[in-house]
């Protein structure tokens, strides 16, 4: 029986072999498998919490509360699906700069890069959706303002707004609308995502193999690749299937402590006359809420989040010098660099905040600087100083410069989302949060 | 037809098979196409947002103020109902202001005090004209239709008025007497 379930159904997921190397915990931190391990999470503690939830604006609230007080262990699977919700935005995130900095991305594995960005829409869609479910003050106003964000950009804007909401403002339809996306559409997103990433990866071979610094020794100009790392193969099971089960127990745990430790929130119920101060959109919009203080609408809710999408998808696609694949930050130059870009991204989004908070309040003229002009000196500044010595002492290999800006601007938009999330007081001003 | 394994591998179709291959092939796309085009019709019109079913006396009703005389100049009067403000300028004009925030759609208060509107989620600020006088909002509040017939002010919530900013033409006066 366990032969048989091994032969026909693990393996079926999993190559008989794998590259012994490929399984070192500092290789991919298990960020993948957790990743994996949150969404089945996530699919049993909903299909749960979809028996108990009553989706319109009149049942909602008293459907959650009834969930929490009176169905054993309700409060216990809210909990876990509203932690690992967050968690998995956290997770993903991770993993995609992991699969970044070890170089995971060149060919053949360009696609499952991109494959990879539609899993993180996704997850981010999924969150988003879910937010709105409780009905509390919370979920409608946080909701209100992120919709809000798309009457900004230009021409369809408002009509998508109005269809997104299903109306003028957020209502029924709306909660209609969320829980059908949420329910139906998010899980098979998820299925067939997770499954296409999943065989791309074994079409690649598996994970990328690691390499150390030194053993970088391909030639810029032929693009000759390095010489080939070790590459002995060790049987899937055990070695593989015990080391993804560890990591599942450990991202189990982690979670079930949180959902033990710390409730999820849940405010009076929405009150369309009354918007809360602060009203924030949740955390991981809570960049783009930030953006949203300091530059005009339609740079902060429509050029900046096109262009970074943009920049990502094309990430794998560069015409690179070379294929450093597997190892972290290219080179011991990139390591430098990388971590120079991580230092100047979050100065320059400390300073430019900092700045913009102090001009703006100062009158209409300076505020308008310190939108426009301030941030286009910060950046030009930082590129030049970038430029200056990265062309001394980087290796000169153009996946280094690429690098050196993805690095700079994740920086500077985790600075904004910190900020955002945790800075950002009554009224949304700056203010410390305890 | 004389058709051989050996003869499609080798040779290039006959010259007189190409068009009307190419000719079906061209249909099956053509099918599949409208295929996919009446599917995101149909989820497009499932989709679609629906006009609320206006309640008397609720929001999307034409609602009765009340008589001109009972809004003093410079006052600003709450109709939680009907979702705006009616606002009463100091030249007697009369404005009905949406209360939701230009920038993300809060609902904004009256602040008595200091005579403006201020949002409580962005900080933004309004006069009691509507107009943004503080960003991050850089537009002025939406206006509502306002009627004023035998000394009675009513407003359509129906009928929204987008605008960038204050204007003398958008007040409504009640005629001289």
Known sequence: MTLRLRKYFLLHFRPKTVPESTLALTLSWGLGGLAAVLVLLQMGTGLLLKFAYEPTPQGAYASIQYLIADVPFGRLVRNLHHWGANLLVGVVVLHLLRVCFTGAFHAPRRLNWVIGLGLLTTVLLSNFTGYLLPWDQLAYWAVTVSTGMLEYIPGFGPVMQQWIRGGPEIGAMTLRLFFAVHTALVPLLFAVLMGFHFWRVRRAGGLVIPRKADEWRGDPESGEPAPGPARERVPAVPHLIVREAAMAAVGVAAVLLLAVAVDAPLEGPANPGLSPNPTKAPWYFAGFQELLLHVHPTVAVFIVPVMATLALAALPFWRYQADPGGIWFISRSGRRSALAAALSGALAAILWIAVDHGLASYSAATGRFSSVGLPLLLLAAFAAAGWGSFGKRGTGLNNEGVQVAFVFAAAGFAVMTVTGAVFRGEGMALGWPW | ?177
């Not at chain 2, 004023?148 to 204007?167: C, H, M, Y």
């Open chain 2, 1 to 177: 037809m004389p058709h051989t394994v050996e003869n499609r591998i080798n040779h290039d179709p006959p010259a007189e098979e190409a068009p009307r291959r190419s000719f079906l092939n061209w249909i099956w796309g053509g099918l599949g196409l409208a295929v996919l085009a009446e599917m995101v019709w149909l989820a497009g019109a499932f989709l679609r947002p629906r006009r609320r079913a206006v309640r008397g006396g609720g929001f999307g009703a034409v609602i009765d103020a009340g008589p001109v005389e009972r809004f003093t100049r410079g006052s600003v009067t709450a109709f939680p109902r009907g979702r705006f403000y009616l606002a009463r300028l100091e030249d007697g004009g009369f404005l009905a202001l949406s209360r939701e925030c230009t920038h993300l759609g809060c609902t904004v208060p009256w602040d008595e005090k200091e005579g403006v509107f201020r949002c409580p989620c962005h900080a933004s600020v309004f006069d009691i004209r509507g107009d943004a006088i503080h960003a991050p909002a850089t537009r002025a509040l939406d206006l509502f239709q306002v009627d004023i017939e035998n000394d009675t002010v009513r407003v359509d919530t129906g009928r929204r008025r987008r605008r960038s900013a204050f204007q003398a033409s958008q007040a409504a006066y009640p005629a001289r007497t």
